[in-house]
Every structure is written in structure tokens, then in C-alpha cells.
């Protein structure tokens, strides 16, 4: 029953690869978002979604490709992964007032 | 620009006391104020919100919020602190022209110590 849903949890990969991180929502929302967390806990928009249209793109490297199938999905798919995307991302979605967050994907580049 | 600051990085309050997490906004136009609390490894989760009406808002767990249009200021309180309130606590806000983006603080830490 989980409203936003993002998998994987946990991504350890090497530098150079590529890989994507899914997010689902069940809440019917039209809005969705990837926020990145740094190290020092800053929250910051990377991406905005709505009814599947780009709204939002926060200088974010091309390296970063969102991609909305529907409005209930909002993957994000990272090409050619580097040390600094060492991170945590979190997918959330929206409709009037309050965003829902899912519980975030934690990557490490190594 | 839009901006929030939480001028806090860390706030330590004894288990019973009440507590204070400052939050401020500079903003155009009519703002949506948001609490939200990130415990270890968790996701962001909500806490409260003003949109518009009554200045004190209730929320989650006890918390309640303050809207001061004057001082741009929404602060969170919670009259009794418990041990188990010990998280990282963020102010967002919500601009009524640009729906698709929230604007988050820095964040602050809450200890609470028995």
C-alpha cells in the first residue's frame, strides 16, 4: 500500500556504468519530482513532471534522463555515472498542497 | 529568488521541554508552508502545512505551526519534547504561481536528550 514506491533501495555501481532508478505512485497524482540528497542533507529539485510533460530541469547534467511512461511512473536513468552522483534520490509526487516522498534510492559510485 | 532558511543547523532540547525549529521564507507571491521530518534512512515524511485561514496549524505526533506574514517566518513547536522526536526536520514552501516546485531549507537536527 505504499503511496510512493522507488526501487532500488540500495545501488552500489562502478564509475561509468549506467543505471536507472523506478518510482511509482498509487495516489493518482499529476505532479512527480526526483530531488537529489547530498551529503550534507541539502534536498535539491533535480526534476518535475506533469501528466508525463517536463516542467521542471534544474541544470541537471544530460547524464540524468527522466523518462514518464504514465503519470503513475517517473523512472530516472543515469548514463556514464560518476564519483560525484554519490547520492541519495528521492522520488515524490504531488497533486494540490503536500508532496509525498518515497523512501529514496541511496547510490555510491565506487 | 525563492529561498527558505532554517537558521539552525542543530537544535538540543531536553525530553519534556518545548521545543522550537526556526524556519523563514522569501517568497513572490502567496506561499504553501510545509514541515516535513526525515528520520535515519527514511524518506521524507509530512508533517503539517498552512495554506491559508488560521495562523497556528496542528499537525503529526503534536507538532504545530505558526504562519507570520510580517516576520515571513513559519516556526515549528511542539509544547513537550519527546526522545523519540530526534530527527532532521525541513520547512519547504510552495509558491501559488509554480505549483511544481517545492523549495526546501537546509534542514535542522533535533536532539531531544532524556
Known amino acids: 500500500d505504499t503511496a510512493v514506491s522507488q526501487t532500488p533501495k540500495y545501488l552500489v555501481t562502478q564509475m561509468g556504468n549506467d543505471k536507472s532508478i523506478k518510482c511509482e505512485q498509487n495516489l493518482g497524482h499529476d505532479t512527480m519530482y526526483w530531488y537529489k540528497q547530498d551529503s550534507k542533507k541539502f534536498l535539491k529539485i533535480m526534476f518535475s513532471?506533469?501528466?508525463?510533460?517536463?516542467?521542471i530541469n534544474e541544470t541537471v547534467p544530460n547524464r540524468f534522463s527522466p523518462k514518464s511512461p504514465d503519470k503513475a511512473h517517473l523512472n530516472l536513468h543515469i548514463n556514464s555515472l560518476e564519483l560525484g552522483d554519490s547520492a541519495v534520490y528521492f522520488c515524490?509526487?504531488?497533486?494540490?498542497?503536500?508532496?509525498?516522498f518515497g523512501q529514496g534510492t541511496r547510490l555510491t559510485v565506487v | 529568488a525563492q529561498s527558505v532558511a532554517q537558521p539552525e543547523d542543530q537544535v538540543n532540547v531536553a525530553e519534556g521541554n518545548p521545543l522550537t525549529v526556526k524556519c523563514t521564507y522569501s517568497?513572490?507571491?502567496?506561499?504553501?508552508l510545509f514541515w516535513y521530518v526525515q528520520y535515519p534512512n527514511r524518506g521524507l515524511q509530512f508533517l503539517l502545512k498552512y495554506i491559508t485561514g488560521d495562523n497556528l496549524v496542528k499537525g503529526s505526533y503534536g507538532f504545530e505551526a505558526e504562519f507570520n506574514k510580517s516576520q515571513t517566518s513559519f516556526h515549528l513547536k511542539k509544547p513537550s519534547a519527546l526522545v523519540s522526536d530526534s530527527a532532521l526536520y525541513f520547512c519547504?514552501?510552495?509558491?501559488?504561481?509554480?505549483?511544481?516546485?517545492?523549495?526546501f531549507g537546509s534542514g535542522t537536527k533535533l536532539n531531544v536528550k532524556p
Open positions: 513532471y506533469n501528466n508525463k510533460e517536463l516542467i
Open positions: 519547504a514552501v510552495r509558491v501559488t504561481y509554480n505549483f511544481n516546485k517545492f523549495y
Open positions: 515524490a509526487s504531488s497533486q494540490e498542497h503536500e508532496a509525498f
Open positions: 517568497v513572490s507571491g502567496n506561499p504553501y
